[in-house]
């Protein structure tokens, strides 16, 4: 198992940075991809930034050059850098991990509200 707990999220005026962060306990060593989903009201899951085994990152494009996902192995956390701020990045953010079975685990949640 996997047990992912997120926090950071909070409420930001538009043009703001906050930071997320995940930190991860249990079988660990199993996880191929880590990432951070994120669910706007009224709207569906959608991925936002991912890692997966070897480094490599992937962002969705509504968020390229304004996100940032790192991991610290070390820490067994994992952080979402989010600058430049949106109303539309209003939602509800999970982080994620994935094992090479497909089995996932997803944290909680943490809410982030932009304001206009």
């Known amino acids: 198992q996997v047990q992912l707990v997120e926090s950071g999220g909070g409420l930001v005026q538009a043009g703001g940075s906050l930071r997320l962060s995940c930190v991860a306990s249990?079988?660990?060593?199993?996880?191929?991809?880590w990432g951070w989903y994120r669910q706007p009201p009224g709207k569906q899951r959608e991925l936002v930034a991912q890692i997966i085994s070897g480094g490599t990152t992937n962002y969705a494009d509504s968020v390229k050059g304004r996100f940032t996902i790192s991991r610290d192995n070390a820490k067994n956390t994992m952080w979402l850098q989010m600058n430049s701020l949106k109303a539309e990045d209003t939602a509800v953010y999970y982080c994620?991990?994935?094992?090479?079975?497909?089995?996932?685990?997803w944290g909680q949640g943490t809410q982030v509200t932009v304001s206009s």
């Open positions: 994620n991990a994935v094992r090479p079975s497909g089995l996932d685990f």
């Open positions: 249990g079988s660990l060593s199993s996880v191929i991809v």
